[in-house]
């Protein structure tokens, strides 16, 4: 029972974290996203801070 129980825990676990790092890939890669991407990264070089426009 107990190998059991342990075996569907490593499975689901497994998918859960498959299914999540697929999502957060997704998300870093999607067209859309890139300006944001690209404004977050200049923050730290530029003068204005994140409220500024």
């Not at 999540?20 to 890939?25: E, G, S, V, W, Y």
């Not at 998300?27 to 204005?48: G, H, I, M, R, T």
Request: glycine content about 6%; proline content about 6%.
């Amino acid at each position: 029972m107990y190998e059991a129980l342990s075996s569907f825990a490593q499975t689901g676990g497994l998918i859960y974290f498959v299914l999540m790092f697929a999502a957060a890939l997704t998300y870093a890669l999607w067209p859309s996203n890139k300006s944001k991407f690209e404004d977050a990264a200049q923050l730290p070089l530029s003068d204005k801070g994140p409220d500024d426009e």
